[in-house]
């Protein structure tokens, strides 16, 4: 049998050899690496998941060259023949070489996981006691933290390498703020080992094994040793808290040393919490650090926004409070965490010998200062953490592929938020998406006012730097695009981020010290004063849907279509469609400050606006698709009228076929043969040169082939296309059916394969049941294609 894979890989010496190789994919390297390597002999190897035969390395020009197996060999069930399907074996081959370049015990071998030979590598250092994995195949979280924990049964750490980026490895970068990768690129014979550092920002340092070190911590880069002296303590795990809660401070309790949970800009402190309805538990209090620790004989209340940290491998967890208030005596009292102190009464000493009954406290007697001190005001955040809190809020909507509202906003953040004015709130979102990055989504435009985008948002783009923010008529759209921005790359799983929205405009307005210079130019200053106060009145009230900048842009779409089928009107529906663009056309170009126009026009329109030139435009727009309607009913009823001489000669030929009988049917082998490839292309299948039967005529099959496609038409499909040759190829002779028939002969095996697949598609639609439409013909004819080339 035939081998048609691409096999790219194979083993050089014997079926369980581990020295892989990949065959040079081009002739001219294939070539130099015969000469340098005369006496190799290649294997399917076993340690590929091949079947042990012995390959054969194919020399091509016109494709890749690859290995195949012998014809007499059995049949090959391996699953992976590509470039990648020894990266295992190169792995192994490169890490032996690097620690023995190192003087280092090592053991490395290759592991199967259930999908083949190559799913991953295994290096154990006995000195040390580290086990180093080189994950090759893609796996989950459960499956990779069962073998973590089977790994480190035996193992004092562990080091993963994976070959390809997922949760996996998002994970391990926001737990320990770095992740190790591993790849291999192709160069010549070989495939040379990559070790990359992939950092927070996502970003991957890759350095080649062979400049790599092995110490008692496992593989070392230059990147990663930076990373590992550098990285931050691993992040927390954080689940939002629903609901308010209550605590108290604990001040005879200690933290415990070296918590997790401990940060610079933060109080961590030991407290009694209660949830709402729920038990009191005694747990860690994370608090902003902005502020002094609170007086521990106070009760106070997170009324939302709180969250649960906690950290892998910790036994205890932690509340985190971005803001709290003082309970009252009486709310305090209520949570079970206080209770009335009573007043010790004094002890007087007596002068008379018999006791004196000490009267009675008055009712209104002094109470202790904390009992009734008014409610404390809520903790105020300052400018950067109110920012900073919008920000993760925002975050977390984009997260849950969620829009929100400002109200919302001060609902689950700060009800300071509520009184901010629209400068106030335009001044934070700066704050929020400042700086302006270009593989950073701008959070604002997740933030909706009754179902728009912010009436302010061109105003925070400006200030963002946004070009052309401040006089774009597309900022709806711009925030529908970063809104998706948002969600794919805050979304779990994250997704690639697609390109941010220019706004640049259509049209490059003239600069204003030009239209200083033509004071007697008078409409271009005038409407685009008048436009640009109103555009800015009508943005700072939060109405641009009904604002001039929208009538503009109706204006400039009606003008671009009508101008788009002017070519197919005619003479008369032309002639009424240009007077009907011209007017708009001027005040565009004058609305543009383009010179396209005469002075004089453009003041003949200087107290137009673009609402008068929409209604005229729209109905000649209208008028001109009713004339291109009528003018398509016109050409197939001509075409009809022209079709039926030819129908009916049809029908009788049909006729006088069925009257001279069967001998007479039988002596029209085109007819016969035609009929037999309709019935082919009905079903969707080809048919064999041998299969076919044509007749006694003693006219050759070439003949008979270019006789049914002649008779079908310039715009029929092949039906010779259907009749397949030695290995359900085309036949030998199409070439010179697409001669016959007057097409265009291809110089290429590679273009005529494509041709004949396509008329071979094309009568499938033609003749199928039901009909469907016919894909377009790749091949031109002969006379559109030009005299061939000498």
């Known amino acids: ?133 080189f994950q090759l195949n893609a796996v989950d979280y459960r499956a990779w933290r069962r073998a973590d924990d089977e790994l480190a049964a035996d193992a004092d750490g562990i080091d993963w390498f994976f070959s390809s980026e997922g949760p996996i490895t998002q994970q391990l970068v926001g737990r320990h703020g770095y992740c190790l990768r591993v790849r291999c690129e192709t160069v010549g014979g070989e495939r040379r080992v990559h070790i990359g550092a992939e950092a927070r920002d996502r970003t991957v340092s890759w350095t080649p094994l062979e400049d790599c070190a092995v110490t008692p911590s496992g593989i070392v880069t230059p990147d990663t040793e930076k990373i590992r002296l550098t990285r931050p303590r691993p992040r927390p795990a954080v689940f939002p808290l629903q609901g308010g809660l209550a605590f108290a401070l604990v001040p005879e309790a200690d933290v415990p040393a070296d918590s997790p ?38 009760v106070y209340r997170v009324p939302d926004g709180a969250r649960l940290l906690i950290a892998e491998g910790a036994s205890d967890w932690t509340v985190e409070a971005r803001r709290y208030t003082r309970l009252n005596a009486h709310e305090a009292q209520r949570t079970g965490l206080w209770t009335r102190p009573t007043v010790a009464e004094p002890v007087v000493a007596q002068t008379v010998p018999e006791p004196r009954t000490r009267e009675p406290e008055p009712v209104n007697a002094a109470k202790p200062l904390t009992i009734h001190e008014p409610p404390a005001a809520p903790a105020l955040l300052s400018r950067g953490d109110m920012a900073t809190a919008v920000r993760d809020a925002l975050i977390q909507h984009a997260r849950l592929r969620t829009t929100t509202t400002w109200e919302t ?21 700066v704050a929020v998406d400042s700086p302006l990055r270009e593989n950073v989504p701008v959070l604002s435009a997740l933030i909706r006012d009754q179902g728009m985008q912010l009436p302010y948002l061109f105003r925070v783009l400006s200030e963002l730097g946004v070009p052309h923010a401040a006089v774009s008529h597309r900022i709806k759209r711009w925030a529908a695009v970063e809104t998706e921005r948002a969600f794919a790359a805050y979304g779990v799983p994250a997704r690639s981020i697609p390109p941010r929205m220019s706004l640049e405009p259509e049209h490059l307005p003239v600069t204003h010290l030009a239209d200083a210079r033509k004071p007697a130019d008078g409409f271009a200053a005038h409407q685009r004063t008048v436009d640009h106060r109103q555009v800015t009145a009508q943005r700072g009230d939060g109405e641009m849907r009904s604002s001039a900048v929208s009538k503009v842009r ?50 003949a329109l200087v107290h137009e606006t673009a609402g008068d030139f929409v209604l005229p435009v729209q109905r000649a727009l209208e008028a001109a698709k009713e ?30 076929r069925t009257t001279q009988g069967p001998h007479t049917a039988a002596e029209d082998p085109v007819g016969r043969l035609t009929r037999q490839l309709v019935d082919v292309a009905a079903v969707g299948r080809t048919v064999p040169l041998q299969d076919l039967v044509l007749g006694s005529g003693g006219n050759g099959a070439r003949h008979v082939l270019s006789a049914v496609d002649r008779e079908t038409g310039p715009d029929v499909p092949l039906l010779s296309a259907l009749v397949t040759g030695k290995e359900g190829m085309p036949v030998a002779f199409f070439r010179d059916i697409l001669r016959t028939v007057g097409l265009a002969v291809p110089q290429t095996d590679e273009a005529l394969l494509k041709i004949w697949r396509r008329e071979q598609e094309r009568a499938y639609a033609a003749h199928g049941n039901p009909p469907r439409p016919l894909p377009p013909r790749l091949v031109p004819t002969a006379s559109q294609a030009g005299p061939p080339r000498a």
């Open 409 to 429: 906003l001060a609902r689950t953040v700060s009800p300071a938020l509520a009184q901010y004015s629209d400068t106030g709130r335009r001044d934070l979102l």
């Open 261 to 298: 949970f401990a940060a610079k800009d933060r109080h961590l402190l030991v407290a009694d919490v209660k949830p709402v309805d729920g038990p009191i538990v005694r747990a860690l209090v994370s608090l902003p650090g902005d502020t002094e620790v609170p007086p521990a004989e106070h």
């Open 627 to 656: 004339s291109v309607r009528a003018a398509k009913q016109n050409e197939e009823r001509q075409r009809a009228r022209e079709e039926r001489p030819r129908r009916a000669a049809d029908l009788g030929s049909r006729a006088n």
């Open 554 to 603: 109706r204006l400039r779409a009606l003008v671009t279509e009508l101008e788009q089928m002017l070519p197919t009107l005619g003479k008369g529906p032309r002639k009424r469609a240009r007077k009907a663009l011209r007017p708009a056309q001027i005040w565009l170009d004058a609305y543009d400050g383009t010179t396209r126009t005469t002075r004089r026009k453009r003041a």
């Open 1 to 133: 049998m035939l081998d048609h894979r691409l096999v790219q890989t194979a083993v050089i010496g014997h079926r369980n050899s581990d020295h892989p190789v990949i065959l040079p994919m081009d002739a001219w390297e294939l070539d130099r690496w015969r000469k340098a390597h005369p006496g190799y002999s290649y294997w399917c190897g076993l340690q590929l998941g091949g079947c042990g035969g012995e390959l054969s390395d194919r020399r091509y020009t016109t494709k890749v060259c690859h290995f195949a197996h012998h014809p007499t060999a059995p049949v090959c069930h391996r699953k992976n023949n590509g470039e990648s399907s020894a990266d295992h074996l190169f792995i192994k081959r490169g890490v032996q070489r690097l620690l023995g370049r190192g003087k280092v015990k090592g053991r490395v071998e290759t592991r199967d996981l259930g999908s083949g030979p190559g799913d991953a590598v295994d290096v154990y250092l006995p000195d040390s006691r580290r086990r180093l994995r």
